[in-house]
């Protein structure tokens, strides 16, 4: 197997560095010449082209998407920090020029976040920088940090139980949940209890976003039983339980 040594250092660009680095953190292609700007076709050929100059298969197609060889793990790896650390440099000599700025920013953000914040936000980005942008992407349960440490999401708005050190956070606000209940109903006539939550069959709407998964642990925790029926996704920033009897 070859290694580094065999391939001249002057002759490994820039792109093929971001492109070993964005294969390790996204392991798709197409979402990596998303990432890049470039055709599939293009990324397909340049891969092909660190292969055959490499000596390895760097990344192999499984059913999960593209896994990396040990060689491709340390490889990304280093390409990885590289490319953060050129980005950190060439951002510590750059000031931020809201007015002109056309730079987008990638958010971590569940349904009630963006609720809550985006109109807000989208109103004080038009009068302050009118070209910046905002995209929100979808919020990964396993490892969030990965992405705020790399650069790949600047900020993130929701319950980040999982985040570990090294992340600036801010408590925002408090948000309450509510379970509906008809009229009259027997069960909760001197308001609601534990055990009269335990003991009714409950319809849920399940909304995205880890503030309501970190409220399904909370029950599960205390082993609340229920029953669903008819779960849709709800956009409500207080997801209700309605007792159909």
């Known amino acids: 197997m070859q290694n ?4 001249h250092i002057g002759n490994l660009h820039l792109t093929q560095v971001r492109l070993l680095a964005e294969l390790l953190r996204l392991r798709n292609v197409s979402a990596v010449a998303d990432r890049l700007e ?7 050929h340049a891969l092909s082209k660190l292969r055959h100059e490499l000596g390895d298969p760097l990344f192999v197609r499984t059913g999960s998407g593209l896994e990396p060889t040990p060689f491709g793990q340390r490889l990304g790896t280093a390409a990885r920090e ?3 650390a050129l980005v950190a440099g060439i951002a510590s000599r750059r000031s931020f020029d ?9 958010f971590y953000m569940s349904d009630v976040g963006q609720t809550v914040f985006l109109p807000r936000l989208t109103a004080h980005l038009k009068k302050h920088a009118p070209a910046v942008s905002v995209k929100c992407v ?3 349960f396993a490892d969030p940090g990965a992405g705020l440490s790399s650069g790949e999401v600047d900020l993130a708005v929701g319950i980040f139980s999982n985040l570990v050190t090294g992340f600036h956070q801010r408590f925002l606000f408090n948000e309450q949940y509510v379970c509906v209940v008809r009229t009259g109903h027997p069960h909760f006539r001197s308001g609601m209890s534990i055990e009269a ?3 009714t069959q409950l319809a849920i709407a399940d909304g995205t976003g880890m503030a309501h998964a970190g409220v399904e642990q909370l029950l599960r925790e205390h082993q609340l039983q229920r029953t669903r029926f008819g779960c849709q996704p709800s956009m409500s920033s207080r997801p209700s339980s309605l007792d159909p009897t």
């Open 4 to 7: 580094m040594n065999a391939m």
């Open 98 to 106: 809201p007015i002109s700025s056309k730079r987008q920013f990638r």
């Open 38 to 44: 470039l055709s599939q076709p293009a990324v397909s």
């Open 82 to 84: 590289a490319v953060d």
């Open 197 to 199: 939550f335990r003991s």
């Open 138 to 140: 979808p919020i990964p």
